[in-house]
């Protein structure tokens, strides 16, 4: 981290790809750690409210960086051919971020039955396609988890606003599965195709889609 930026571009590519290989691994035996930390109750021991806090306080980790560390802590020794793919270099973060999502909150018979069908598809498709064949399998596997994961997610929606500089809004959102995905259908439809001769960036063309929504509807 310290050493000079190379001046080759390639030689900062393949630096980066070893980089994203040893982060990774480092990744892999944290998670190792903090689910023996997690199942322990250790945090609780050292004055911090949760596993969770700790990772916040003590790591200087986000929310979100926080909770997929600590699912992938939960869900890896349910899954050992997945933990020993993370751990050798077969399976990447993004991946096995997926795959344990997919199986947190399903009995252990339900994951070790989910496992060998998601790591399959790992090694033909990427994370995204993974987390939405983990999402289709939880669904049959846990019908009544499946129901319970829209009524929370459900009640995550938010929208945040303010007033910006010169009279603008800006603000965070989240939007439910149903929600979102008709986001991503307008965003798909009217802003992710750029038109020749087009240079407005993607960000762009995606306020502009919203406005233009806007202006019909308001």
């Known amino acids: 981290a310290l050493t000079p930026l190379p001046d080759d571009v390639d ?3 393949a630096e980066a790809e070893e980089l994203l290989f040893a982060r990774d691994r480092i990744t892999s035996a944290l998670a190792d750690r903090v689910g023996r930390v997690h199942r322990a109750g250790q945090a609780r ?21 926080a909770g997929r560390l600590l699912t992938l802590g939960a869900e ?8 020993e793919k993370f ?15 997919a199986v ?17 598809l790992a090694g033909k498709a990427g994370a995204a396609e993974v987390a939405k064949a983990g999402r289709h399998l939880r669904a049959v596997l846990d019908p009544d988890g499946e129901e319970r994961d829209e009524r929370a ?3 995550r929606r938010f929208l945040r606003v303010r007033p910006g500089k010169g009279g603008g809004v800006e603000g965070e959102f989240y939007l439910p599965r149903e929600a979102g995905a008709r986001l991503m259908a ?24 919203l406005i ?4 019909q509807k308001i």
């Open 153 to 155: 997610d459900y009640g």
């Open 186 to 209: 307008l965003l798909q439809a009217y802003a992710k195709l750029r038109a020749q001769g087009d240079d407005r960036p993607l960000t762009v063309r995606q306020a502009d889609a």
């Open 76 to 83: 890896l020794p349910r899954l050992p051919v997945v933990r």
């Open 11 to 13: 030689v900062c590519l």
């Open 212 to 215: 233009a929504l806007l202006e």
């Open 45 to 65: 021991q050292h004055g911090h409210a949760s596993t969770r806090c700790w990772l916040r306080t003590s790591g200087g980790m986000t929310v979100g960086g």
């Open 104 to 120: 947190a909150g399903l009995t252990d018979e339900q994951a070790t039955l989910a496992e060998p069908i998601l790591v399959d």
């Open 87 to 101: 751990a050798t270099g077969e399976l990447a973060a993004g991946v096995v971020e997926a795959i344990c999502a």
